[in-house]
């Protein structure tokens, strides 16, 4: 593989960590600058809506920007995004700066892909893409803990400075190792996008996506303040669980790509959106116990990012039915309603505390995922009722 491409893994690496690892300094942030923890978790949400805004309108307004260009601009503006936030000095800074690498990841990740595959042979197209995405993963599993580790001993602000080198890194990189004649396919227009969401059926799995992914963060955004107030760990030990967790989800990724080449996506998904609704109910009991919430922690890291595999795979399955002239686009979309999902599931979940406290965020969490389950379950009998089961068979190749 050809040293650009880990220069994209670099970049996917960065803007991971920065994602995540807010999740895990809600508590430090919220105290820091003196504003609630359900303010403090509305940080996630906004980073969230500028990714679900970003990757389809910006993608799409940005389409002729020569592809290098508009990858060391968007690195570029992630970069500054970070260093704002390391010298905010307020709340309102901080949202600012949360906006802006937002705008940065939509639009990285949706052009990322064809740059990826641009840089090798069609026949090891996906393992680039591949590639660059275990900068996401790896993130999780070492960005966000480590993230999590400098900014609860050296201050909050420290962490979103080391992203800020990283991010300087993967401009460097991309600046000297991406070739300047990349092939340029103009992304869909706006107007493309939008006959896209006028299938229901293509509308009924971003809902499931929505629901079923930001199910999880309506506890999961809290989870720093539920590990430090109720189960007892200091804040130190937090990036220890942040780390078992990542682990897991590493684990858990792969466990549900397996599921779904082996049972079909939508029998996949009902048995990940059960699991997902059992570990957030029973976080509600198990919290209040180091260990038992330790174990439920893994258990979740295990099934939380299971959906995204099946969900991908189904949405895919389904535009090439509804919507073959616009598959990409039905795909890029169901990134979105992830980010949708991830914001609507932060500001729920603040509000949840602000009203009932925290840990009435697990359990309704977990009846959200039940309401993914339920469409999921209908998708699976219209499905049927179409008469294509056979078309959605757990062995077709995407």
Not at 46 to 60: C, F, K, N, R, S
Not at 257 to 262: E, R, S
Not at 278 to 291: E, G, K, N, Q, R
């Amino acid at each position: 593989m050809p040293l650009a491409l880990w220069a994209l893994t670099l970049s996917a690496f960065a803007i991971g960590t920065t994602e995540f690892v807010i999740v895990g300094l809600i508590p430090t942030i919220a105290d820091s600058l003196r504003v609630s923890v359900p303010s403090a978790g509305l940080l996630v949400s906004l980073y969230a809506l500028g990714v679900a805004i970003g990757a389809p309108v910006l993608t799409a307004l940005t389409g002729r920007v020569h592809r290098k260009l508009l990858l060391l601009a968007l690195m570029a503006l992630f970069t500054i995004g970070n260093l704002i936030a390391w010298h905010a000095p307020g709340y309102e800074t901080l949202v600012v700066a949360r906006v802006l690498t937002g705008l940065a990841h939509g639009v990285f990740f949706s052009i990322g892909s064809t740059i990826a595959t641009s840089l090798v042979p069609k026949e090891k197209a996906a393992s680039a893409i591949a590639i660059m995405f275990t900068g996401l993963t790896v993130a999780l599993v070492t960005g966000v803990p480590l993230g999590t580790f400098i900014g609860q001993t050296f201050g909050w602000q420290s962490t979103f400075l080391a992203v800020s080198f990283l991010g300087l890194i993967a401009f460097v990189g991309s600046w000297i190792l991406v070739p300047e004649t990349l092939s340029h396919h103009r992304p869909a227009s706006l107007l493309t996008q939008l006959a896209v969401l006028k299938k229901p059926r293509l509308l009924l799995i971003y809902s499931m996506t929505a629901l079923g992914y930001g199910g999880s963060f309506v506890a999961f955004t809290y989870l720093a303040p539920i590990l430090q107030n109720i189960s007892g760990f200091s804040a130190q030990n937090v990036s220890l669980v942040m780390l078992i967790y990542g682990v897991s989800v590493a684990f858990g990724n792969v466990w549900g790509g397996k599921l779904a080449d082996k049972k079909g996506p939508i029998r996949a998904l009902q048995i990940v959106f059960a699991l997902l609704a059992l570990v957030l109910f029973s976080l509600t009991f198990t919290a209040s116990s180091m260990w038992l919430s330790l174990l439920t922690v893994l258990l979740w890291g295990a099934v939380a990012f299971g959906n995204v595999p099946g969900l991908q795979v189904y949405v895919v399955q389904r535009a090439e039915l509804d919507a073959p002239q616009a598959v990409d686009v039905a795909s890029g979309l169901n990134i979105a309603a992830f980010n949708i999902g991830i914001a609507g599931g932060a500001w729920g979940g603040g509000l949840i505390v602000e009203h009932l406290g925290l840990m009435a965020t697990p359990w309704i969490g977990s009846i959200v995922v039940l309401f993914a389950l339920v469409l999921t379950t209908l998708a699976g009998r219209l499905d049927a009722k179409d008469g294509i089961a056979s078309h959605l068979h757990p062995t077709y190749s995407v």
